[in-house]
DNA sequence: GTCTATAGCTTGATAGAC
DNA sequence: GTCTATCAAGCTATAGAC
């Protein structure tokens, strides 16, 4: 029963034109323009632009975080094989959040402290439970890496980092490139399936 | 014999207000504020902002990219000697031109059309010579990957990454970074030294 | 090479009518 | 919920004195 309001409408056009053009480079005119309202209508459904930015990366990061993690979890299967999975479900699932989580990469230094404060507190504890993950897999024998906090870091910098150079449609699709990272990944956890 | 004008001290200065705040948050009188002038005075080096962005950039990325493509060619190494110099000297060296990288890969889209076309060339050059090295040792049978570009892609993307989140000091100083990268590399290429 | 002063424009945000 | 009109502030860039 997803009712999309107007300010979740105009949320996601947000969301579009901040990854495409960066939050400091969309003015409040251009934005209203896309939803085809003038720019003080803005002001009726949020009370700033940052408002908006946070909007989005809330909307983005929880329940796209949240919706990875189990699969580092999931019983019955190998370190490896969680891992693959994981990495498979970040590069294709949750297509409607991708702008979001971009947002949230790039932008967040834009958000007033507190908004700052609690998006990187999510974002930590995602990294964190990665980092155990790995560090478990370690110890378990089933990845070797010298240090698995840097591990994790590389990790998520390399899923991260696909928004940006992938191309839809390109030589590979998204399929493809989960197909490929999934091994590479898998290697450079010096691990196999 | 480098003799460092007052219009190359603020290249300087704006390489690394650029670096931490974004090109487009930083504004010309914040910049001359720093350089210790008023900002009409920068007009009296530059003709608009955008030339100090493009100034900065430039100086980065040409010798930046141009010094670490003959660590790909040195002879009587193996490829994966090669590529784990690569990445040290990528980690390690041109620490002057740090901010400059780090600017290139976020607020290029800034630059003017002419200026953005030169510098994509200069990076699309860069990335092309390492895909082909990955390649050749695809062939040689020293690397062991899905797709040579995408690990390419993958590399360089880990690489440019790591000024993101290396904190200096930290846990890790930077030769630290570059030893456990290296190994991180090797095994996503699927080598050994 | 730097200053002061300012033009011309765009920005985020507000107020009040409908 | 959207409009019009507008404010105050900030922006890049220019002109001319020193």
Do not use: C, N
Request: aromatic share 10%.
């Amino acid at each position: 029963m997803v009712v999309a309001t107007r300010a979740d409408e105009i949320v996601d056009i947000a969301a579009r034109l901040f990854y495409e053009r960066g939050y400091p480079s969309v003015s409040t005119r251009s934005l209203a323009q896309a939803a085809g309202i003038q720019a003080g209508s803005l002001y009726h459904h949020f009370t700033s632009k940052e408002e908006i930015l946070y909007r989005i990366v809330q909307y983005g990061s929880g329940e796209f975080f949240a919706g990875l993690l189990p699969h580092l979890e999931e019983p019955g299967l190998s370190y490896a094989a969680r891992l693959d999975r994981f990495v498979r479900a970040y590069i294709t699932d949750a297509q409607p959040r991708r702008y979001a989580i971009a947002v949230l990469f790039r932008d967040m230094a834009h958000l007033s402290p507190d908004h700052f404060a609690e998006l990187q507190a999510v974002r930590r504890h995602f990294q964190q439970a990665v980092q155990r993950f790995l560090a478990d897999g370690v110890a378990a024998g089933d990845f070797d890496v010298p240090d698995a906090k840097v591990a994790g870091i590389a990790v998520l910098d390399l899923l991260k980092g696909i928004d940006a150079w992938i191309r839809e449609p390109g030589r590979l699709g998204r399929r493809q490139v989960a197909d490929t990272y999934a091994v590479l990944i898998l290697q450079l956890m010096g691990a196999s399936l």
